[in-house]
Nanobody, 130 residues
Framework: QSQYVESGGGSVQPGGSLRLSCTTS????????IGWFRQAPGKEREGVSC????????FYSDSVKGRFTISRDSAKNIMYLQMNSLQPEDTGVYYC???????????????????????WGQGTQVTVSS
């Protein structure tokens, strides 16, 4: 049973940066789908950025495009979300997720629209406030 554990959350002023990290599965067979999701108070969980081995592409939601960068270190089994130019509307609990059973067949965009991942992290709080 893999454990996905996020770290790197915290409080930052508008315009600041944070980098989230998440330990992942080793994805032994090379097929994977990973993503970062967030949930703001009173709102539904949304897909922020995802990667799928099916198309090798990354997807970013319109709200973070150009400011956030997702990456993965396959040697260390860690995924990252570099968040720059943070704004108050980026506040929320951020979750990492991974799947190696079926979501890898989807495009990165569709991965971010999915909820049935094999693994979820426990979440890390990101607060952007002056």
């Amino acid at each position: 049973q893999s454990q996905y554990v996020e770290s790197g959350g915290g409080s930052v002023q508008p315009g600041g940066s944070l980098r989230l990290s998440c330990t992942t599965s080793p994805f032994t067979f090379g097929y994977y789908a990973i993503g970062w999701f967030r949930q703001a108070p009173g709102k539904e969980r949304e897909g922020v950025s995802c990667i799928s081995s099916s198309d090798g592409l990354t997807f970013y939601s319109d709200s973070v495009k150009g400011r956030f960068t997702i990456s993965r270190d396959s040697a260390k089994n860690i995924m990252y979300l570099q968040m720059n130019s943070l704004q108050p509307e980026d506040t929320g609990v951020y979750y990492c997720a991974g799947d190696e059973s079926h979501l890898h067949r989807k495009s990165a965009r569709d991965v971010c629209g999915s909820v049935d991942f094999d693994y979820w992290g426990q979440g890390t709080q990101v607060t952007v406030s002056s």
